[in-house]
Structure formats: C-alpha cells, structure tokens
C-alpha cells in the first residue's frame, strides 16, 4: 500500500521560511516524479513545485519561483520543500503527490487525477 505522509507545516510570520517534508512508503521512490501542490480555503487546488526522480530537473509555479526550492533523497525515500520569504497568499494544505509516468514538464497543466498517489496534506499558516 502506497502512502505519502506530509509533515512540517506550521504557522510562521511573513517573511519566514518553513521546511516540509514527504515521507514515501510502499513504492519504488527513485521511480516517481515527486511534487507538491497546494489548496487554499476557497480556492481550487494548484501546483507548486516538482522534481524528476533523478532528481536533475524540477519545475515551479510562476507564485514561488525563487523562493521556494524542492529537493530530494532517494535514499531515505523523501521529497522536501523549503520555503524561504514566505507570505500571507501562501497560506494553503500542502499536498504531496506522486506519479511515475507524467513528465515533471507537464505537470503544471495536466489534470490532477493523473497523478497516481497523494498525501493527506498539512498546514502552512502564514500571518502577516
């Protein structure tokens, strides 16, 4: 059984930085194409960022370029976000999901039920 097990959110002041992480199990990590996506109360779900399971390549959404960075560890299994210069429009549930065939450059667009595993999500507050 496939699970992805968010963790590291928070509340944090504007300006901020928080590190979240995504703990993989039940699947061959190093295959997946990892990325995070996030939903914001009223709003519909948006991509965030993403990394190719070699790790060379990662994409982002034009909102966190520059300050957000994704990263991985094919040994432990976990995809990480860091986020640095946080604001309060980035206050959203952080998902992490999870797909072996979609390019990482299609993401972006692709409908999101073709990613094959997500994550229950968790909390970044940012207060301004």
């Known amino acids: 059984q496939v699970q992805l097990v968010e963790s590291g959110g928070g509340l944090v002041q504007a300006g901020g930085s928080l590190r979240l992480s995504c703990a993989a199990s039940?699947?061959?990590?190093?295959?997946?194409?990892m990325g995070w996506f996030r939903q914001a109360p009223g709003k519909e779900r948006e991509f965030v960022a993403v990394?190719?399971?070699?790790?060379?390549?990662?994409h982002y959404a034009d909102s966190v370029n520059g300050r957000f960075t994704v990263s991985r560890d094919n040994g432990k299994n976990t995809v990480n976000l860091q986020m640095n210069s946080l604001k309060p429009e980035d206050t959203a549930v952080y998902y992490c999901?999870?797909?072996?065939?979609?390019?990482?450059?299609?993401?972006?667009?692709?409908?999101?039920?073709?990613?094959?595993?997500w994550g229950q999500g968790t909390q970044v507050t940012v207060s301004s």
């Open positions: 999901a999870a797909d072996q065939w979609l390019d990482v450059r299609r993401w972006l667009r692709a409908p999101q039920h073709e990613l094959s595993y």
């Open positions: 039940g699947l061959t990590f190093s295959h997946y194409n």
């Open positions: 990394i190719r399971w070699t790790g060379g390549a990662t």
